[in-house]
């Protein structure tokens, strides 16, 4: 079992900043990719970013404003710039266990955390 925790949401003005970490516990922490995705109200959940196992690949699907990385000490982080309404969503940590790259589809996910909600007024 793994679980993933979400924090660093909030609310900010429209080109302002924030960075979301997700801390993970239980089995070994290197074993998985992890990932980022979000849900907006009344839209279904979609891929924002992934690391690979190692932190050695990366793939974001807007990779001038979200940067996905990852420390040694069991922690994935989301930095977002130059946030956009658009943005507002809960964002969700996920980790993939024995997946090579960087998985981008929701099947390929075997834990999530709960979300942390993310506002972007303008």
């Known amino acids: 079992q793994v679980q993933l925790v979400e924090s660093g949401g909030g609310l900010v003005q429209a080109g302002g900043s924030l960075r979301l970490s997700c801390a993970a516990s239980g089995r070994t922490f290197s074993s998985y990719a992890m990932g980022w995705f979000r849900q907006a109200p009344g839209k279904e959940r979609e891929f924002v970013a992934a690391?690979?196992?190692?932190?050695g690949r990366t793939y974001s699907t807007d990779s001038g404003r979200f940067t996905i990385s990852r420390d040694n000490a069991n922690t994935v982080y989301l930095q977002m710039h130059s946030l956009k309404p658009e943005d507002t969503a809960v964002y969700y940590c996920a980790a993939a266990l024995n997946r090579i790259g960087v998985p981008k589809g929701l099947n390929e996910y075997d834990y999530w955390g709960q979300g942390t909600q993310v506002t972007v007024s303008s």
């Open positions: 690391v690979s196992w190692n932190g």
